[in-house]
């Protein structure tokens, strides 16, 4: 008797259940959920930095100095690196954090608005909090903030004055 159409068979059932049971296998594409068309974000840090695609703004937090403010639009190929990251962490996937009222510590709440497609999305967390997502949202944090870093146009500001503690 011959045992391979059976072995097959059951293979192509176990693939069948891998498929099924995985949810990212078996949810439609992040893309196409969540299309780059309309992509924009804003992001703080809750110290002053800012950047923000919506109005093509940047802010620096001088510290000791006032804020300022400048024009910056990122290219495509940036808000596509940006875009990108945050379909790879799940980013209009990822549930909203309840902020902790009680934190060790001075820490201002980071903040991230993005659009993309019809889906907007806000998101809220501190540094040093335990949330489920932390690593993939450290990494869009430092993605956006060394894309920033980069441009001629940034780096022409003013250097921070004074510390906080």
Request: contains cysteine; aromatic residues 10%; positive net charge.
């Amino acid at each position: 008797m011959n045992c391979r159409p059976r072995h097959a068979a059951l293979l192509m059932v176990a693939i069948a259940i891998v498929f099924i049971s995985d949810p990212v296998m078996a949810k439609p594409s992040s893309k196409a959920k969540y299309p780059r068309s309309g992509f924009n974000f804003a992001f703080e840090t809750g110290r002053g930095n800012r950047i923000d695609t919506y109005k093509g703004t940047v802010t620096k937090d001088l510290i000791s100095s006032p804020d300022t403010t400048i024009r910056l639009q990122l290219t495509n190929a940036e808000m596509d690196r940006v875009y990108g990251k945050m379909i790879d962490i799940g980013f209009f996937d990822i549930p909203q954090h309840q902020l902790s009222r009680h934190t060790a510590g001075p820490r201002d709440p980071i903040r991230i608005v993005a659009t993309a497609g019809k889906h907007t999305k806000r998101l809220a967390w501190r540094w040093g909090e335990r949330i489920d997502d932390w690593q993939g949202l450290s990494e869009l944090d430092r993605l956006i903030w060394a894309i920033v870093h980069d441009r001629r146009e940034y780096r022409a500001l003013p250097k921070a004055k004074g510390g906080y503690l």
